[in-house]
């Protein structure tokens, strides 16, 4: 009878262990989170960094929505906009319309208010820092240089600035133009 209640005080033990274990990766159970690593060659410097370099974009660019607009600002005139398409996804909500794909992401970090983060255009429509599709390519970068990004090392098309990517896609002249305000992943939710 005693090795059955060691056996069960044992189990129940294990269990609590294993259960305190996955709460702290998960970031769930307070004082007992992981560290999280910081990539410090993220170029992600802050809210205020992102804000003002967001809104030079902003105020120098035809876009059909203004980045770091919040979601709940926005969320019922998007869904009632029958040319768009929405996508709720694990990690965001995603329009897509004739020329442009927006993206709303939790920023300056994964947990916080959903916000426009990412944008692709694809429509001559509309430009970024002046830059349109069917732009040359070397002419376009030479637009983002001036305004302070610098080309990645890793990927010539990629230019980044205080934490925003701008990437230019196509083979002489701009198909696709694509802008990503970094958000920190600090939350440790497994999306």
Known sequence: MRTGINKTILAMVMA???TVILLSGCGLLPGLEK?????????????DANSSVTDEINENSTLPLALLTPHNSVRDELQEDESLDSVNNFMSFDYYADGYMLSFSGFPEDDSEYCLTDMEI??????????????????AAQVLEGYGYSAKEDDPDAFMKDGVKIELDGESTVETITIDVLTAYTSGNLY
């Open 35 to 47: 560290e999280s690593e910081v990539d410090t060659n993220s170029s992600v410097t802050g809210i």
């Open 16 to 18: 609590i262990a294993l």
């Open 122 to 139: 694809t429509s001559g429509e509309y430009d970024v820092l002046g830059i349109s599709i069917l732009d040359d390519m070397a002419q």
